[in-house]
């Protein structure tokens, strides 16, 4: 900045203004100085000029809209040119900001020693300007990387608000802030099974609000129910609810059962609340058919797990888990001996009338539970009470006809009978070795075992052929008693036939 008159050579410094934020305009800057250059010396120049934002006014647009007049060699007063309007919102730096870092008013420079030419923009820039500059983090165009780090952090820290200190903090409560949101989620009324949940299935199907995600086309193939279900929703235009189907129960008899369909996450929901279906069936239903190795385990299944297959199996009409439920309890209960128990008798009765097993099957599970008598089984009280007493009688009264009289164990020996006073060579030529041998192994050993179980006890004696021939019976003699005994279980096995037709 040079002048014109004598003393060209006096360099006129400008010193700092007296408080910070405060324009510059119409103030008098006395010199202290001089100097052969005439060039405005800064006290510090500020780094990377080139990066200062044009729409700032530069330092030598300072120097061009400034008019110096000189009163004295020691005076020079700076008279700003008039303050342009502003020409609306700065555009922000595409730059990276640089976060304002403010500290303590103790901490901060003074006044004096922020540079000059950062006083004079400050004095030139509108002030709703430079406080929008200074609401941002880091000002568009007066960053720290435009005007140097220490520079504009010591020029932005007057006006950021004081930092509260410690003892403030002691003096003053914090503030209460407010509680954080909580998004209450209802909680669904179903829940996913642990093992039939495949992420890769393509339907739902819920029953007693117990979920399942099954695939489609394995039901189809298994069920002929779910085919026609399928059927009957792909062949709708749009959701039908509730869709109605027909279902064959396991008494052979059509009845209409309602099925509500829905779409939940774009995928088919299908409730079978309104199906005759116990949960524990159906479940056992799909995890053996998932799971082939169960089916073709040489292990004999348990008769409940039979059960459920065979129940769930009927009502879904799937025809092959059905046969084969059906075959695996006939195999159980197709023994040929009656001197073990069966147990589950009573379901098995129930299944075996209501699924038409074959007539073995029921008629052996009919007399497993005849012959519980003292044991109090009272799920065979929902027969009819005169046809139970009346069955159990005559097989008590079978019994007592066989074992109370030694005649019946009379059988013609075909050994020639020896003199008398010598030894028989077989028992039956000896009426007092009858009697005692009857006493000792019918009426001493098996006949109150077996009062309310006359097929065992013949069986029974029919398995006891060494404790014969111990007792002296020759070979033939013990053939022909096996025999007739043999003749008079099935005899017996024909008269409960004939009282099962009277259930």
């Known amino acids: 900045m040079r002048r014109s008159g004598p003393n060209l050579d006096k360099r006129i410094p400008i010193m700092p203004a007296g408080s910070h934020g405060t324009s510059n305009r119409g103030k008098r800057i006395v010199g202290t100085g001089v100097r052969k250059s005439t060039k405005l010396q800064p006290a510090r120049r500020a780094s ?31 008279s700003p040119s008039p303050r342009r309007p502003p020409q609306g919102p700065r555009p922000v730096s595409p730059r990276k900001r640089t976060p304002c870092v403010t500290r303590d008013s103790e901490d901060s420079e003074p006044e004096s020693q922020i540079s000059s030419p950062l006083r004079l923009i400050r004095s030139h820039t509108d002030p709703d300007e430079l406080e929008a500059c200074n609401s941002f983090p880091s000002a568009p165009g007066l960053g720290s990387r435009d005007i140097g780090s220490s520079d504009f952090e010591s020029s932005t820290r007057k006006s950021l608000p004081k930092s509260p200190s410690r003892q403030d903090s002691k003096d003053h409560a914090h503030p209460v802030q407010a509680p954080p949101y909580y998004i209450h989620l209802q909680r669904p009324d179903f829940e996913k099974h642990p093992t039939l949940f495949f992420s890769d299935g393509s339907l739902f199907i819920q029953l007693a609000k117990m979920r399942f995600r099954l695939h489609k086309t394995r039901l189809a193939n298994t069920s002929q129910f779910f085919n026609e279900l399928f059927r009957l929703r792909d062949s709708s235009w749009e959701q039908v609810l509730p869709m109605e189907i027909s279902l ?5 008899e059509v009845t209409t059962v309602v099925v ?3 779409e939940v996450y774009k995928i088919d929901l299908y409730v079978l609340d309104n199906v005759d279906l116990d949960l524990a069936d159906f479940e056992m239903l799909m995890m053996l058919d998932t799971n082939n190795e169960m089916r073709y385990s040489p292990d004999v299944l348990p008769f409940s797990t039979l059960a459920s297959v065979l129940r769930a199996a009927k009502t879904l009409r799937c025809y092959e888990m059905f046969t084969w439920a059906i075959a695996c309890i006939e195999k159980q209960w197709t023994q040929p001996s009656y001197l073990v128990p069966i147990p589950n008798a009573w379901e098995t009765f129930v299944l075996a009338r209501k699924y038409n097993m074959d007539i073995s099957i029921t008629m052996r599970a009919l007399y497993e539970l005849l012959r519980i008598q003292a044991e109090d089984d009272t799920r065979a009280r929902s027969l009819p009470s005169d046809c139970f007493l009346k069955a159990r009688e005559m097989l008590n009264k079978a019994w007592v006809t066989i074992t109370e009289s030694q005649n019946n164990f009379v059988v013609p020996c075909p050994l020639t009978p020896r003199p008398e006073g010598t030894v028989p060579l077989c028992t039956s030529h000896s009426p007092p ?31 006891m052929e060494k404790a014969w021939r111990v007792a002296g019976y020759c070979v033939t003699c013990i053939h022909l008693k096996k025999s007739l005994w043999a003749e008079q279980r099935e005899k017996m096995v024909q008269d409960l036939k004939v009282f099962y037709n009277e259930l």
């Open 48 to 78: 990377n000029r080139s990066s200062v934002n044009e729409s700032r006014p530069s330092r030598t647009s300072i120097n061009s809209n400034m008019d110096v007049d000189t009163e004295s060699e020691d005076e020079l007063i700076l």
């Open 248 to 252: 064959e129960s396991g008494d052979a």
């Open 260 to 262: 509500e369909a829905e």
């Open 433 to 463: 070795d009858i009697g005692r041998t009857h006493n000792e192994l019918v009426h001493e050993h098996i006949f109150k075992q077996h009062l309310f179980d006359p097929i065992g006890g013949l069986e029974a004696l029919i398995t």
